[in-house]
């Protein structure tokens, strides 16, 4: 898990089965079986040579959510459900954060489900969910927002000259800069 932020899940997979075909080899090589080795190495390098990338669209398209309705797809439907124009996409510790696009809409989602699509009357709903608990705090000095997200809750809240500070809390990393396609 410490390398899939860097290289990505995929290189992260393609690294460990190197790493397990170098302790083969040395395995191999402490037995006396040079040929098993040779085998070890050479299957390694042919796999994942030939293992192709994966679809971002597909992986982002919360398979574990929605299998019973792609299940009943043919390939066509399919390809045109999760062939959406992701214009971020990063891999974190616990979380792929993308952001896609549909015409008239953006969509924030982490694991492939949907967390925010702001637009109209949606940026609304998120800009109440810090309003509301400052109309009813009427002496805030401080404000706390849990989760990151498309960042339009953290900026209604600057608006509010009233708060000193405006802590942010986000356990996801990789979803800080998904907040800049929202602006």
Do not use: H
């Amino acid at each position: 898990f410490v390398l899939i932020p860097g290289p990505g899940s995929l290189w992260t997979a393609r690294i460990a089965a190197i790493v397990n075909a170098l302790a083969a080899v040395l395995i191999a090589k402490t037995l006396g079986r040079r040929e098993l080795a040779w085998l070890a190495a050479g299957s390694t390098a042919i796999l994942v040579a030939l293992v192709p990338g994966w679809d971002r669209n597909v992986v982002t398209s919360a398979p574990y959510y929605f299998a019973p309705a792609y299940a009943n797809m043919d390939r066509a439907q399919f390809t045109g459900y999760v062939n959406i124009k992701v214009l971020y996409y990063k891999e974190g510790v616990d979380s792929v954060v993308t952001v896609r696009e549909v015409p008239g809409a953006r969509m924030y989602q982490v694991n492939g489900k949907t967390e925010a699509t702001p637009g109209p009357g949606q940026t609304e709903i998120l800009a109440l969910l810090a309003e509301v608990p400052l109309n009813l705090a009427r002496e805030a000095k401080n404000a706390l927002v849990i989760g990151w997200g498309t960042g339009v809750t953290a900026g209604s809240l600057t608006c509010d000259q009233r708060l000193a500070t405006i802590d942010l809390v986000e356990l996801e990393p990789a979803a800080l800069d998904s907040g800049a396609w929202f602006i």
